[in-house]
């Protein structure tokens, strides 16, 4: 704006407003001018910390920690020569801790982050029992999972920063389905007590062959076992033995949720992870 155009607006602004205007421009050279450069540290100082406090929400790091996982199993398989890293009777553990970006408004865990953090453990579970054969990418891979369903259950909150690790394990199957459960619990409050258990999930899964003639093809469970190298004889004998076709690898009593008192779910309360995987989970 020319000089001249900007004395006409000052000679016509009404005297209060000038003196005014002029107040505001002293003040900013002052006070606020010297004192740029350290606001605009603490600003960046202050993004910064945000970013930390929210780093597992920061595109591609989902991504980057199911990588990480991954490439594990794929290393273990190099170095010990075998497909798979544990046993269908073994359980997978994963451990994790709250972060701010996994709060809800009652600023404890989510009930989304519960599903979010499973999708690790459930991960972590499959490929761990199948190897790099169902590595997307993969050379040797010949089979997909696909996660068919899943239910939770919570009983204890987990707070801000406490760490917790979820324990899944192999709970039944049939010639579509195989059922896994996720078990979450936090550390115990003192030396020598016990962890606190603080939710119960199961996912239900399908494999199928990834390419070839059969591709999308559905995988029995055990066949898909024997692919990658696992005795299965035990399994079978089991299967054969069950009486619907739905195996269950555990007691009923163990997968009583009656035993628990406080489920948010009061149908739960009064079942067990075996009933639903037969009234729901397992159906087509």
Same mark, same amino acid.
């Given at each position: 704006m020319p000089p001249s155009t900007?004395? +006409?607006?000052?000679l016509a602004m009404p005297s209060p407003m000038l003196q005014y205007s002029a107040n505001l421009i002293s003040f900013y050279f002052q006070h606020v001018r010297p004192h740029q450069a350290?606001?605009?540290?603490?600003?960046r100082r202050f993004i910064?910390?945000? *970013?930390?406090?929210? $780093?597992?929400?920061?595109?591609?790091? *989902?991504?980057? +920690?199911?990588?990480?996982?991954?490439?594990a199993v794929q290393l273990y398989s190099i170095r010990h020569g075998k497909g798979f890293r544990i046993k269908p009777t073994d359980t997978s553990i994963v451990r994790e801790r709250v972060w701010v970006d996994d709060l809800d408004l009652n600023f404890h865990f989510s009930n989304s982050s519960y599903g979010k953090n499973c999708d690790y453990a459930r991960v972590k579970y499959v490929t761990s029992l199948l190897g790099p054969?169902?590595?997307?990418?993969?050379?040797?891979?010949?089979?997909?999972?696909?996660?068919?369903?899943?239910?939770?259950? *919570?009983?204890?909150?987990?707070?801000? $920063?406490?760490?917790?690790e979820i324990r899944t394990r192999l709970l039944t199957w049939n010639q579509k389905w195989f059922v896994i459960e996720h078990r979450m619990y936090t550390p115990a409050s003192s030396r020598g007590g016990q962890q606190t258990l603080c939710a119960i999930g199961?996912?239900?899964?399908?494999?199928?062959?990834?390419?070839?003639?059969?591709?999308?093809?559905?995988?029995? $469970?055990?066949?898909?076992?024997?692919?990658v190298g696992h005795d299965v004889s035990e399994l079978r004998a089991l299967e054969g033995r069950s009486e619907n076709g739905n195996v269950v690898l555990w007691p009923k009593e163990e997968l009583e949720f009656k035993s628990f008192?406080?489920?948010?779910?009061?149908?739960?309360?009064?079942?067990?992870?075996?009933?639903?995987?037969?009234?729901?989970?397992?159906q087509d």
């Open positions: 900007m004395n +006409k607006i000052l350290m606001v605009r540290k603490h600003v910064l910390l945000v *970013f930390l406090l929210n $780093f597992k929400s920061i595109p591609g790091v *989902f991504h980057a +920690k199911m990588g990480l996982r991954i490439a054969s169902v590595l997307p990418l993969h050379p040797m891979r010949k089979i997909a999972f696909a996660l068919g369903g899943n239910q939770m259950w *919570f009983k204890k909150e987990i707070t801000l $920063f406490q760490s917790y199961i996912s239900k899964f399908v494999l199928k062959y990834a390419g070839g003639s059969w591709k999308n093809k559905t995988i029995p $469970f055990l066949d898909a076992l024997e692919m008192e406080g489920w948010t779910d009061r149908a739960a309360a009064v079942g067990n992870a075996l009933e639903l995987c037969e009234t729901m989970l397992l």
